[in-house]
Nanobody
Framework: VQLQASGGGLVQAGGSLRLSCTAS????????VGWFRQAPGKEREFVAA????????YYADSMKGRFTISRDNAKNTVYLQMNGLSPEDTAVYYC????????????????WGQGTQVTVSS
């Protein structure tokens, strides 16, 4: 499965962005899709994940209440709505897919998109 992440950009603190992760080559219906982010000089960290067939979601504690992950099975797309952004959210955001259960572990994801840059100015 090929994943294409998009929707990043430059936004002021307090603003919002919606990222999209669109799959091709295979339906995501049996996959879990996660969003991760990596800031310069830091390790890649888990943001949120959704199981496509059940809609079950899981969030990193620091993202709860600000970020919302959702999916559109018909479009084979997963979204990440990000509100209340701060400069600390600046990072490259990646989406990834796995046939395993919902997981926050980076190495459990088998397919990765190319990443989309999110920059939040103060």
């Amino acid at each position: 499965v090929q994943l294409q992440a998009s929707g990043g950009g430059l936004v002021q603190a307090g603003g919002s962005l919606r990222l999209s992760c669109t799959a091709s080559g295979r339906t995501l219906s049996n996959y879990a899709v996660g969003w991760f982010r990596q800031a310069p000089g830091k390790e890649r960290e888990f943001v949120a994940a959704v199981r496509l067939n059940t809609g079950n979601t899981y969030y990193a504690d620091s993202m709860k209440g600000r970020f919302t992950i959702s999916r559109d099975n018909a479009k084979n797309t997963v979204y990440l709505q990000m509100n209340g952004l701060s400069p600390e959210d600046t990072a490259v955001y990646y989406c990834a897919a796995t046939l395993r259960s919902l997981t926050i572990v980076t190495m459990n994801y088998d397919f990765w998109g190319q990443g989309t840059q999110v920059t939040v100015s103060s």
